[in-house]
């Protein structure tokens, strides 16, 4: 089978990456409605790259698959707490492009399908296999939560088969120690505050 890499780039197009082997098979598309995802994307100041209600399209996948291209000195990162999700962005125009975890532990890197490019998209990341905190979507006709323990199954899964192969380390997100290649800044309760209202 043919192996599809997906081109991964901001909205300025000063910083991209590129995911190797892109399928339904090496990731999940799922989508996301908390009200932490939604956070992430008022704290950068670009609510407009959400999905309609509010959503956050994401595919989760293992970091190794992942390569910086250009602009890799555009890589930012902040938390909305010290302990969430490492949200992973492009400085240049603000675009949150990964998520991750605090660490390598997990071998997981969620990325943000708005980001990818090209027409082999919707194909290599298939179809929505799972819907999260629906009951935060912005008011409208009800939106179903579906699939959220297949997916993490799914992640563990994929973990797993990353540790067999020996990359569960790899991707561009940390050092060999383990930590961070940006620190991430970690945004104030006021800060917080103002992009949950
Ligand atoms: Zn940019
Ligand atoms: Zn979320």
């Avoid at 979507?137 to 973990?159: D, M, Q, S, T």
Wanted: with cysteine; glycine share 10%; net charge positive.
């Amino acid at each position: 089978m043919a192996k599809t890499d997906i081109a991964i780039a901001c909205r300025c197009g000063e910083f991209s990456a590129v995911l190797k082997d892109a399928s339904p098979k090496t990731g999940s598309h799922v989508q996301c409605y908390c009200k932490d995802c939604q956070a992430g994307a008022h704290a950068l100041g670009v609510g407009d790259t959400l999905l309609p209600r509010g959503g956050t399209d994401i595919f989760q996948t293992t970091p190794s698959g992942v390569e910086i291209t250009k602009g890799a000195d555009h890589l930012a990162a902040m938390r909305l707490s010290p302990r969430g999700l490492i949200r992973w962005y492009a400085s240049c125009c603000d675009t949150p492009v990964f998520n991750t975890l605090g660490s390598t532990k997990l071998s997981f890197v969620g990325l943000f399908v708005n980001t990818m490019q090209g027409d082999a998209v919707q194909k290599a990341v298939g179809k929505v296999v799972a819907v999260n905190s629906a009951e935060s979507a912005e008011p409208g006709p009800p939106i179903k939560n579906y699939g959220f323990n297949k997916a993490g199954f799914n992640v563990l899964a994929r973990h797993f088969a990353a540790v067999l192969r020996g990359d569960a380390k790899k991707g561009p997100f940390f050092d060999a120690e383990g930590a961070p290649v940006v620190t991430p800044r970690v945004l104030s309760k006021e800060e917080r505050k103002a992009a949950t209202s």
